[in-house]
């Protein structure tokens, strides 16, 4: 996969998210605090894993999607085990993390 197409897999992303939030956009409801914060911890831990893992290996497209998944494998996992540690299963915090990560992701690829 070249360079362009690693582009447009994160533009596919970010599109992926943004219309399937746009039915909560469109009924103008503010995103919930929590969604923020998986938004933006997601983006911050995506653009990290990254810049480490572009400056050990060099490379463009594996370890950057190895990243994305591993990151977004590791907030699924905790979601689906958030019941049994007194917390809520909440599919939504899964949508906010893989769109703060493919944001990064696509942001990342854009500029490096």
Known sequence: MGHGSFRIVGLALVAFYFFAM???????????DD????????ATAQTSCMMLAKAIWKTEVAPQISCFLILNAAGA?????????????????IAANVAGSGLALFTFTLAF
């Open 77 to 93: 996992v905790k979601e689906m085990t958030d019941p049994g540690r007194g917390g809520d299963r909440d599919p939504n915090d």
């Open 35 to 42: 969604k923020m914060l998986h938004f933006t911890v997601a």
């Open 22 to 32: 746009l039915p909560t956009a469109l009924q103008a409801q503010p995103v919930p």
